[in-house]
């Protein structure tokens, strides 16, 4: 039996290395071509679902903070709308909503900082035992004799009318508009040191009375 020379088994190398080479080659476009594949794919049921009528993905703009809010109509169904538009005071910011909120901002110094936010309640909990509950929450009694109601006003707004309250404690204060709508009590409220409260009542108050009620709201 005849021994392969250097030559022959160096040119067998060689034709061994090209088609493992050509083997991945084809290996690799092969791969290449199922991925782009189901990549369209992809692309192409992403499209499908996300850009019907009913999964449409629309941007809102916060009027007043420049904060783009992206939702949709999923979202709007499970977490519900709120029934109301705004104007924010320039200087109040965005803050991570508590268990009871639906939207909430902060204002001052991170030492002393106020907090608002908006939430809302079964009509039939009543506005009295939320104010008295309020009172406590500062350190505020009453007689007995006295007037429940003591500190509120009934203020109009475009679309309906709410119950504002205003309560300063020793050291807190907390400020609120109560508007009953539908089955729904909507409370906006403001929480703060008494010194920053002095800086932002006025603000809150203004807040308060720029809230509008669309009119398919305030006739239900």
């Known amino acids: 039996m005849s021994v392969p020379s250097p030559i022959q088994i160096n040119h067998r190398a060689q034709v061994f290395a090209e088609r493992k080479a050509l083997a991945l080659i084809c290996f690799a476009v092969r791969e290449k071509k199922r991925f782009q594949t189901v990549c369209l794919m992809a692309m192409v049921s992403l499209l499908l679902v996300g850009c019907g009528p009913k999964g449409e993905v629309r941007e809102y703009v916060v009027k007043s903070e420049g904060e783009r809010v992206f939702t949709s109509d999923l979202l709007k169904s499970e977490f519900g709308v709120i029934p109301f538009t705004w104007e924010v005071p320039d200087l109040w910011k965005l803050a991570g909503n508590d268990q009871f909120s639906k939207v909430a901002w902060t204002v001052g110094s991170t030492e002393d900082q106020a ?106």
């Open 115 to 220: 907090r608002i936010t908006i939430s809302d309640l079964p009509v039939a909990a009543g506005l009295v035992p939320q104010i008295s509950r309020w009172r406590g929450q500062i350190g505020i009694t009453l007689a007995a004799n006295d007037d429940p109601m003591q500190g509120t006003e009934t203020v109009k707004l475009d679309g309906g009318s709410g119950t504002y309250v205003a309560f300063t404690g020793e050291e807190e204060t907390i400020l609120g508009l109560m508007v009953p709508l539908g089955d729904n009590l909507w409370i906006f409220k403001y929480r703060s040191s008494n010194a920053v409260a002095d800086q932002q009542k006025e603000r809150f108050r203004k807040f308060c009375e720029s809230a509008k009620i669309p009119a398919t709201q305030g006739d239900k």
